[in-house]
T-cell receptor, first 116, second 114 residues
Framework: AQTVTQSQPEMSVQEAETVTLSCTYDTSESDYYLFWYKQPPSRQMILVIRQEAYKQQNATENRFSVNFQKAAKSFSLKISDSQLGDAAMYFCAYRSLPYNTDKLIFGTGTRLQVFP | SAVISQKPSRDICQRGTSLTIQCQVDSQVTMMFWYRQQPGQSLTLIATANQGSEATYESGFVIDKFPISRPNLTFSTLTVSNMSPEDSSIYLC???????????FGQGTRLTVV
């Protein structure tokens, strides 16, 4: 079975600075998707970024980018130019591709605080 | 994208009672899921809601406790039965529009059992 691990329960960053959130996963599959979701206090889960395992190029969405290391099974999220609105819980998630189950396996989350 | 309406947004219930949570999507979706998020915890999949057939439950979750209906491609309900304080959680509906796209989430239902 696949597992997702986030080893940082909490992180903090100053506004305009850069922060990196860590995620590792375990799988025997070769094809899969990885996601970072953000959950602000409103509880709404918002997709931040996704990465297909077959793509070598790291995904980027504006201030958000990932460092995907397939061999190491590592998938970290870098937030550049942090803003107060980035404060939230961040969840790393895994989804199998071959079986098209579409269900997500989540890590335990990292709470990000942003200080002015 | 998909717009998901989940009701109620929160409720406080007496132990021993049941609560039904509704999830309405603005478009037809292939997959619908129900997740539980216990206080301060991550999301755990309860079941996959299958249209026209019984839901597929994950290990640790049973139909008698969490009956699920999905009468069509845009609507599903989750019932939390015979509630106890341990059922106090956020329950989230999630959908996937078609295979290999991202999942969208409702705003969740915060349930408190007293």
């Amino acid at each position: 079975a696949q597992t997702v691990t986030q080893s940082q329960p909490e992180m903090s960053v100053q506004e305009a600075e850069t922060v990196t959130l860590s995620c590792t996963y375990d799988t025997s599959e070769s094809d899969y998707y990885l996601f970072w979701y953000k959950q602000p206090p409103s509880r709404q889960m918002i997709l931040v970024i996704r990465q297909e395992a077959y793509k070598q190029q790291n995904a980027t969405e504006n201030r958000f980018s990932v460092n995907f290391q397939k061999a190491a099974k590592s998938f970290s999220l870098k937030i550049s130019d942090s803003q107060l609105g980035d404060a939230a819980m961040y969840f790393c998630a895994y989804r199998s591709l071959p079986y098209n189950t579409d269900k997500l396996i989540f890590g335990t989350g990292t709470r990000l605080q942003v200080f002015p | 994208s998909a717009v998901i309406s989940q009701k109620p947004s929160r409720d406080i219930c007496q132990r021993g009672t049941s609560l039904t949570i509704q999830c309405q999507v603005d478009s037809q979706v292939t997959m619908m899921f129900w997740y539980r998020q216990q206080p301060g915890q991550s999301l755990t999949l309860i079941a996959t809601a299958n249209q026209g057939s019984e839901a597929t439950y994950e290990s640790g979750f049973v139909i008698d406790k969490f009956p699920i209906s999905r009468p069509n491609l845009t609507f599903s309900t989750l019932t939390v039965s015979n509630m106890s304080p341990e059922d106090s959680s956020i329950y989230l509906c999630s959908v996937v529009l078609k295979l290999n796209t991202e999942a969208f989430f409702g705003q969740g239902t915060r349930l408190t059992v007293v």
